[in-house]
Nanobody, 125 residues
Framework: QVQLVESGGGSVETGGSLRLSCAASGLTSSVGTMAWFRQAPGKEREAVAG???????PYDDSVKGRFTISKDNANNFLYLQMNSLKPEDTAMYYC???????????????????WGQGTQVTVSS
């Protein structure tokens, strides 16, 4: 019912910036909590930042102060502004959404109903 498509990934040097976008289409009114996850080779998918609801935007400590998550509700976009990028940020980044409800424990991967295909971010040292 909802489709998520990420874009904006690329290859940058340490200290560079990227802005990821997630375009939601379909029955977007049914979307509740949204979040960005990432997965590096050989590692589990981990939560990066979330929009549990308006005004509640938690971040993983590894990106706090460097990344900013935001939503454009009118146009059904989710963004992740990524500044001061580090090689450790290299991963496939995924947009995810919960159907209908607020997810207070936003790190629980299995609770998300919709996932994008991912966009690759590579940060060279």
């Amino acid at each position: 019912q909802v489709q998520l498509v990420e874009s904006g990934g690329g290859s940058v040097e340490t200290g560079g910036s990227l802005r990821l976008s997630c375009a939601a289409s379909g029955l977007t009114s049914s979307v509740g909590t949204m979040a960005w996850f990432r997965q590096a080779p050989g590692k589990e998918r981990e939560a990066v930042a979330g929009v549990v609801e308006a005004g509640l935007t938690p971040y993983d400590d590894s990106v706090k102060g460097r990344f900013t998550i935001s939503k454009d509700n009118a146009n059904n976009f989710l963004y992740l502004q990524m500044n001061s990028l580090k090689p450790e940020d290299t991963a496939m980044y995924y947009c995810a959404a919960v159907k209908g409800s607020l997810l207070l424990d936003w790190r629980l991967r299995d609770k998300y109903d919709y996932w994008g295909q991912g966009t690759q971010v590579t940060v060279s040292s």
